[in-house]
């Protein structure tokens, strides 16, 4: 057994008590690796086996957020089925130096691209990760530097998933666009988002149809306030980071994980949301 990885057993044992939260008598819990040079949240799974292969899910917080939205998004989403980590954002909100938010020129999305390999790189050297089951996945902005790095990247993620996030602007984004037809992104978009509204959405779309990308984008008929809303640097609200988007966002990934298909929607949505597939590859 490595050294990393003897840490990392030890950590959890010695935080069991004071980090664990129970699910039929199972214990999930939040830790740190070791050796990551920023501030970062670590999500291991209930009855985590070192013998199975885990996905793992890099996920990027909304602007006005932290690390720790990784709490509430893994426990909607599943405790079970993913190991996952989110590296905070580098730059802090100007009024509040617990939250901290994204940039999106050129060189804030390299910083994230850093933070994102290093924490791939990482925890799979401390925890059992299948490499071709990583998908990033982020809310509001983190959404938009998501869709950003699995198109950058397309052989290095198995999928990614943008919540009411815009499709990046960046013109890199589709550098790199004949491989990243390949990378399956799903793209949900919530009624009570302003900094991703219809004409966003519409205008990813196009977009993804033009270079041929191989996008999923469906819209939640959402209640701002049902689950956590923020707000982003330019002062439009992010929207609801929805129970039934981060499950849709499951289904999406354990479709790509078994090679099955399986609808995104929900059978039966909540009766205060209501899903529409826009369009499906």
Same mark, same amino acid.
């Given at each position: 057994m490595s050294s990393r990885l003897q840490n990392l057993l030890d950590a959890r044992l010695a935080l069991r008590d004071a980090q664990s939260v129970r699910e039929s008598d199972a214990a999930y819990e939040f830790a740190a690796p070791p050796n990551l040079g920023f501030p970062h949240r670590l999500f291991v799974p209930t009855c985590y086996e070192p013998r199975y292969a885990? @996905?793992?899910?890099?996920?990027?917080?909304?602007?006005?957020?932290?690390?720790?939205?990784?709490?509430?998004?893994?426990?909607?989403?599943?405790?079970?089925n993913y190991v996952a980590v989110s590296p905070r954002a580098h730059r802090m909100t100007k009024h509040n130096s617990r939250l901290f938010r994204w940039g999106t020129n050129i060189a804030d999305l390299a910083i994230a691209e850093d933070f994102v390999i290093d924490s791939v790189n990482e925890v799979s050297e401390s925890l059992s990760i299948a490499p071709d089951r990583v998908f990033v996945a982020g809310f509001g902005t983190g959404g938009s530097v998501a869709q950003?790095?699995?198109?950058?990247? @397309?052989?290095r993620f198995a999928g990614g998933i943008s919540i009411n996030g815009p499709f990046p602007k960046i013109k890199r984004a589709l550098s790199h666009w004949k491989s990243a037809k390949g990378v399956p992104v799903l793209f949900?978009?919530?009624?009570?988002?302003?900094?991703?509204a219809v004409e966003e959405t519409v205008g990813a779309m196009k977009m993804a149809?033009?270079?041929?990308?191989?996008?999923?984008?469906?819209?939640?008929?959402?209640?701002?306030?049902?689950?956590?809303?923020?707000?982003?640097?330019?002062?439009?609200?992010?929207?609801?980071?929805?129970?039934?988007?981060?499950?849709?966002?499951?289904?999406?990934?354990?479709?790509?994980?078994?090679?099955?298909?399986? @609808?995104?929607?929900?059978?039966? @949505?909540?009766?205060?949301?209501?899903?529409t597939l826009f369009s499906e590859n």
């Open positions: 885990y @996905p793992l899910v890099v996920w990027l917080h909304s602007d006005g957020s932290s690390e720790y939205e990784l709490d509430s998004v893994m426990e909607s989403m599943s405790v079970r950003w790095l699995s198109l950058r990247h @397309p052989h949900m978009q919530g009624s009570d988002s302003g900094s991703c149809h033009a270079a041929g990308l191989n996008y999923r984008f469906v819209r939640f008929e959402t209640e701002e306030g049902r689950e956590e809303s923020t707000s982003s640097a330019m002062g439009l609200s992010s929207g609801s980071l929805d129970v039934e988007m981060l499950r849709a966002a499951d289904r999406f990934m354990m479709g790509i994980v078994t090679g099955t298909e399986i @609808p995104i929607a929900p059978e039966q @949505p909540s009766s205060s949301v209501a899903v």
